[in-house]
T-cell receptor, first 112, second 110 residues
Framework: EPEVTQTPSHQVTQMGQEVILRCVPISNHLYFYWYRQILGQKVEFLVS????????KSEIFDDQFSVERPDGSNFTLKIRSTKLEDSAMYFC??????????FGEGSRLTVL | KQEVTQIPAALSVPEGENLVLNCSFT??????LQWFRQDPGKGLTSLLL???SQREQTSGRLNASLDKSSGRSTLYIAASQPGDSATYLC?????????WGAGTKLIIKP
């Protein structure tokens, strides 16, 4: 069964460094999402992406964040200059035509 | 603004019991409602999707119901097992966005 895959599963970085998290959504899905979950807290919406552009973003998704779908398959989240508070699990998701979302296993980001 | 609430926040029951998890939402204009399971430190696994025109969905020992008019959904777990221990999240889908509940942490005691 097709699934959303995310890499890396865990990344440790120094504060101020750039990080790129990668996702391969399910191929025939049209909507893609990034969410994050700080340890012990609620899942938070970051950004949604449709038709090769951002369709909606939250207030968390500031200028430090960007998303791209450079080659029609990968969907990346870039954090330009990481802060301690960016430490979280980042989830990618894609939505099928029924509206059902499928999530990847997540990328754990630890900022030191 | 849509708000999703899950009660209880935590639940601990002996193995074998049937149980119900509750999810309520404030705006009945939803597209879908989806139940997820999350194990500690892991990803989000889709359990059941109920489209707005449906009343319930079943998968194995799980049954989810939807009552849009009252803004409620329930997740019924039959014959609970220790492996069912996890956090269960409901999410309402409107305008291609998910609004999340805070989850119910379920512990099934052997």
């Amino acid at each position: 069964e097709p699934e959303v895959t995310q890499t890396p599963s865990h990344q440790v970085t120094q504060m101020g460094q750039e990080v790129i998290l990668r996702c391969v959504p399910i191929s025939n899905h049209l909507y893609f999402y990034w969410y994050r979950q700080i340890l012990g807290q609620k899942v938070e919406f970051l950004v949604s992406f449709y038709n090769n552009e951002i369709s909606e973003k939250s207030e968390i998704f500031d200028d430090q964040f960007s998303v791209e779908r450079p080659d029609g398959s990968n969907f990346t989240l870039k954090i330009r200059s990481t802060k301690l508070e960016d430490s979280a699990m980042y989830f990618c998701a894609s939505m099928r035509d029924t509206g059902e979302l499928f999530f990847g296993e997540g990328s754990r980001l630890t900022v030191l | 603004k849509q708000e999703v609430t899950q009660i209880p926040a935590a639940l601990s029951v002996p193995e074998g019991e049937n149980l119900v998890l509750n999810c309520s939402f404030t705006d009945s204009a939803i597209y879908n409602l989806q139940w997820f399971r999350q194990d500690p430190g892991k990803g989000l696994t889709s359990l059941l999707l109920i489209q707005s025109s449906q009343r319930e969905q079943t998968s194995g020992r799980l049954n989810a119901s939807l009552d849009k008019s009252s803004g409620r959904s329930t997740l019924y777990i039959a014959a609970s097992q220790p492996g069912d221990s996890a956090t269960y999240l409901c999410a309402v889908i409107s305008n291609y966005q998910l609004i999340w509940g805070a989850g119910t942490k379920l512990i099934i005691k052997p």
